[in-house]
């Protein structure tokens, strides 16, 4: 599976953005998927996962009420939509797909380990 993250940029604080993931590849619904960040001296984090149909999400306390990870299959491209931005959200972005029918497809772990195919990142800036 290739991953290839878009839509960073420099936002100022309040703002929002919106980051995709196309995969090419095997099928796009056996994998989950998440979103992580590694701001600059700290560790990466998870973001946001969602499981093969959307039906289950999950969010670091962080981000919760401002962003909101979704998946379109038809498009094999996994969302970030991130509302209400402020500075400390300033990073790079990875996507992320865990191993085929893993069992990250169907829960969504938020443990970077289970992820087994990444991008190549995409900057986020939030400026104050």
């Known amino acids: 599976v290739q991953l290839q993250a878009s839509g960073g940029g420099l936002v100022q604080a309040g703002g929002s953005l919106r980051l995709s993931c196309a995969a090419s590849?095997?099928?796009?619904?056996?994998?989950?998927m998440g979103w992580f960040r590694q701001a600059p001296e700290k560790e990466r984090e998870c973001v946001a996962t969602?499981?093969?149909?959307?039906?289950?999400?999950r969010y670091a306390d962080s981000v919760k009420g401002r962003f909101t990870i979704f998946r379109d299959n038809a498009k094999s491209t996994v969302y970030l939509e991130m509302n209400s931005l402020k500075p400390e959200d300033t990073a790079v972005y990875y996507c992320?797909?865990?191993?085929?029918?893993?069992?990250?497809?169907?829960?969504?772990?938020?443990?970077?380990?289970?992820?087994?195919?990444w991008g190549q990142g995409t900057q986020v800036t939030v400026s104050s």
């Open positions: 992320a797909a865990s191993g085929a029918y893993s069992r990250s497809t169907y829960v969504a772990m938020t443990d970077a380990n289970d992820y087994v195919y």
């Open positions: 590849g095997r099928t796009f619904s056996s994998y989950g």
């Open positions: 969602v499981n093969w149909n959307g039906g289950i999400t």
